[in-house]
């Protein structure tokens, strides 16, 4: 909230205040302007600001609190590999695991780390490490709703990070029920995504170990694609479809 708050006072400053339907800029009052098209006109000139990299980065998840726009993680991915980035790594992942773990919605963050941080084989170790790789274990130690919410949220967007880098951390999590719907999610996504990764074997031996309801929905086709080695719906397109009518 504080954060927040540093935000909506920053665009103050700047001349943007929200109003009940929207948002307005003194340079046009009569024009209502979305989130979206503040997030786009404004978030980058964050990191133009007198301040040190740390507040700026601090600034930009107060606008992401405050507009729940994706756009403002776009700018913050661009300033960390930008001409003065990278950003100081503490604090752009604790941003990122605060709004992970809080009781809120988290859809513009999971959005930024499954399309842009874990897509991207460059980055896609790095960032899952730092938001959930490297905390399993106490995740799994202290079962926290906040560090289960985090988890939860990690593990359904990790479907493009490379099954190597993520397979310890999937068989940590296996030993806490409370994360094994999560899992499976995590194991279908990492079969249907364009950028998705799995190896077959090692991905039914986990499936076969998650404590789920029977008619869990695609729980059948998930296990018949993948005992017959099926490492990826768009490298085997028609495995899915046979799947469906084995499992009818």
């Not at 046009?28 to 980065?57: C, K, Y």
Request: aromatic share 8%; hydrophobic share 45%.
């Amino acid at each position: 909230m504080q954060a927040e708050e540093a935000a909506r006072r920053w665009l103050a400053d700047k001349g943007v205040s929200q109003v009940c339907d929207g948002w307005v800029s003194d340079e046009e009052p009569d024009v209502l302007l979305t989130a979206n098209q503040v997030a786009h006109s404004w978030a980058g000139d964050v990191f133009a600001e007198d301040l040190d990299a740390a507040d700026q980065v601090r600034l930009a998840f107060g606008l992401v609190d405050l507009l729940d726009e994706y756009w403002v993680t776009c700018e913050i991915r661009f300033a960390n590999e930008g001409a003065e980035g990278p950003l100081p790594a503490d604090v752009l992942w604790d941003g990122y695991r605060q709004r992970l773990e809080a009781d809120r919605d988290a859809e513009a963050v999971t959005y930024s780390l499954w399309v842009d941080w874990f897509e991207d084989h460059v980055t896609s170790a790095s960032a899952f490490a730092e938001v959930l790789g490297t905390d399993i274990g106490r995740v799994v130690a202290e079962r926290s709703e906040a560090l289960l919410r985090r988890a939860r949220r990690v593990l359904e967007c990790s479907g493009p990070v490379r099954w190597t880098v993520k397979e310890p951390t999937y068989r940590t999590a296996v030993r806490l029920p409370a994360l094994h719907p999560a899992l499976f999610r995590s194991l279908l996504t990492s079969f249907h995504d364009v950028y998705g990764d799995l190896e077959p074997a090692d991905a039914l031996a986990l499936l076969d170990r998650l404590d789920l309801p029977t008619d869990t929905r695609h729980l059948a086709e998930l296990r018949h694609v993948l005992a017959a080695g099926h490492r990826n719906h768009y490298r085997s397109p028609g495995a899915w479809d046979d799947a469906v009518r084995s499992c009818s």
